[in-house]
């Protein structure tokens, strides 16, 4: 009887020592495995900050088809920063004029994040470059459903309302903008064309006069002033 006792403690002892070496030799591969997947990612993100860098080098010298080149190969399956990587090339492909590719990147951009408000943005930015005046507006008041008070989608709906020639909701609306950011012009500016389309010459000069305490030379401003003594 204590014979078996003492085999048995044995084998248990015996257990214990093979299944802590088990999980050593394992906590030891898992490391190993697991610091090798951290340097290709660290490898992977230097590898793209350095693409990136060299792209905005290029932006700067107005090489705009070779700053796309230098991020074109970046991996959107793989990378954390995919929304942003389409984002850069939506961007360089409107300074490039290629407003249609330009669309479609931004509206890529939107699925990767349904929160984003830059996409949205950039797309009703490349839809006026189009004059497509309409399908701006749209964008952009859906832009304004989530971020009421969104001062560049306002500028774009703004623009918008001038390609379309509706004078009396630019004077409105530029009215409430200006309200909301009084230290910017641009509301200004546009309540002095639209009060002009209307016929409303007096207001136009007011709303020029105002123009010209943030921009004092202003051309625009100035010319108008100067016409209507």
Same mark, same amino acid.
């Given at each position: 009887?204590?014979?078996?006792q003492f085999i048995f403690?044995?084998?248990?002892?015996?257990?214990?020592?093979?299944?802590?070496?088990?999980?050593?030799?394992?906590? @030891?591969?898992?490391? &190993?495995?697991?610091?090798?997947?951290?340097? %290709?990612?660290?490898?992977? #993100?230097?590898?793209?900050?350095?693409? @990136?860098?060299?792209?905005?080098?290029?932006?700067?010298?107005?090489d705009y088809a070779q700053?796309?080149?230098?991020?074109?190969?970046?991996?959107?399956?793989?990378?954390?920063?995919?929304?942003?990587? %389409?984002?850069?090339?939506?961007?360089?492909?409107?300074?490039?004029?290629?407003?249609?590719?330009?669309?479609?990147?931004?509206?890529?951009?939107?699925?990767?994040? &349904?929160?984003?408000?830059?996409?949205? +943005?950039?797309?009703?930015?490349?839809?006026?470059?189009?004059?497509?005046?309409? =399908?701006?507006?749209?964008v952009s008041r859906k832009?304004?459903?989530?971020?009421?008070?969104?001062?560049?989608?306002?500028?774009? +709906?703004? %623009?918008?309302?001038?390609?379309?020639?509706?004078?009396?909701?630019? +004077? =409105?609306?530029?009215?409430?903008?200006?309200?909301?950011?009084?230290?910017? #012009?641009?509301?200004?500016?546009? @309540?002095?064309?639209?009060?002009?389309?209307?016929?409303?010459?007096?207001?136009?000069?007011?709303?020029?006069?105002? %123009?010209?305490?943030?921009?004092? &030379?202003?051309?625009?401003?100035?010319?108008?002033?100067?016409?209507?003594?």
């Amino acid at each position: 009887m204590l014979k078996n006792q003492f085999i048995f403690k044995v084998l248990l002892k015996a257990a214990f020592i093979a299944l802590l070496f088990f999980n050593t030799v394992n906590a @030891m591969s898992l490391g &190993k495995a697991n610091s090798q997947q951290k340097a %290709v990612s660290q490898q992977k #993100a230097v590898s793209q900050q350095k693409a @990136m860098a060299r792209s905005y080098q290029l932006e700067a010298k107005q090489d705009y088809a070779q700053a796309l080149s230098a991020i074109e190969a970046l991996s959107l399956k793989t990378s954390q920063n995919s929304e942003f990587i %389409v984002l850069r090339k939506a961007w360089l492909n409107y300074l490039q004029k290629n407003y249609n590719q330009a669309i479609r990147l931004y509206k890529q951009a939107a699925q990767l994040n &349904k929160n984003s408000l830059d996409a949205p +943005l950039g797309e009703a930015m490349a839809l006026l470059a189009q004059l497509r005046w309409k =399908e701006a507006a749209k964008v952009s008041r859906k832009v304004l459903k989530r971020a009421p008070a969104n001062y560049t989608a306002h500028l774009r +709906l703004m %623009v918008s309302e001038a390609g379309q020639k509706k004078w009396q909701t630019l +004077l =409105e609306h530029a009215r409430q903008v200006s309200q909301w950011y009084p230290t910017q #012009a641009v509301p200004l500016l546009y @309540m002095a064309r639209a009060s002009h389309r209307l016929g409303q010459t007096a207001s136009a000069v007011n709303a020029y006069q105002s %123009v010209l305490l943030h921009l004092p &030379k202003n051309q625009e401003a100035l010319n108008y002033i100067a016409s209507n003594k």
